[in-house]
């Protein structure tokens, strides 16, 4: 088994450009999610799909959108790139949330995107 | 906005010795966790505990959970210097991680 595998593994856009990110799982988890991470800001979630069919937004959604395309592969599009989005990406699968607990998530590699 | 914070922001320790680091919040949980991030690396799951358990243990690694004083911690006993990483508590729900500490275990 893979877990979650990301694609591409390192991108530069220049401001204004778009792209998306891949994002697939290989465990038949429902749940998958989108974070990104900052130095020194910890993992901050951008949207989410509880499950197949599905999708909310997280803490930082603004200049993100996604697509559940199916139970395995949940991508992130980012429409018109700015440098505020440089950032490490993480793409995290898990099991359905119950009754308000998560079971634990598997995390992809990362992607690492630089705007200039 | 951060629910899980981790203290201390870094820690440098020699091989051999125990590693403390601790995590508050603010709102009740349904359970917390702990994750490990290798320089570079997605995070990988350490363990899980719940709000109706006080103490867990898996391996080297100890985690207790305080829920009065909304606070956990983790040990991790006899370090070695692959656990050198970063460590980052999430509190659930929802699911938040902290900004985590950086673990630097030295040979």
């Known amino acids: 088994n893979a877990g979650v595998t990301q694609t591409p593994k390192f991108q530069v856009l220049k401001t204004g450009q778009s792209m998306t990110l891949q994002c697939a799982q290989d465990?038949?988890?429902?749940?998958m999610y989108w974070y990104r991470q900052d130095p020194g800001m910890g993992l901050r979630l951008i949207y989410y799909?509880?499950?197949?069919?599905?999708?909310d937004k997280g803490e930082v959604p603004n200049g993100y959108n996604v697509s559940r395309l199916n139970k395995r592969e949940f991508s992130l599009r980012l429409e018109s790139a700015a440098p505020s989005q440089t950032s490490v990406y993480f793409c995290?699968?898990?099991?359905?949330?119950?009754?308000?607990?998560?079971?634990?998530?598997?995390f992809g590699p990362g992607t690492r995107l630089t705007v200039t | 906005s951060q629910q899980g914070e981790e203290d201390p922001q870094a820690l440098s320790i020699q091989e051999g010795e125990n590693a403390t680091m601790n995590c508050s919040y603010k709102?009740?949980?349904?359970?917390l966790q702990w994750y490990r991030q290798n320089s570079g690396r997605g995070l990988v799951h350490l363990i899980l505990?719940?709000?109706?358990?006080r103490e867990k243990h898996s391996g080297r690694l100890r985690v207790t959970l305080d829920t009065s004083k909304k606070s956990s911690s983790l040990l991790i006993t006899a370090s070695r210097a692959a656990d050198t990483a970063s460590y980052f508590c999430?509190?659930?729900?929802?699911?938040?991680f902290g900004k985590g500490t950086r673990l630097s275990v030295i040979a």
């Open positions: 465990m038949n988890h429902n749940s």
């Open positions: 999430a509190t659930v729900p929802p699911l938040v």
């Open positions: 709102t009740s949980i349904n359970n």
């Open positions: 799909s509880a499950s197949e069919g599905t999708t």
């Open positions: 505990i719940r709000s109706n358990e």
């Open positions: 995290a699968s898990s099991e359905v949330r119950l009754a308000g607990g998560y079971y634990e998530q598997y």
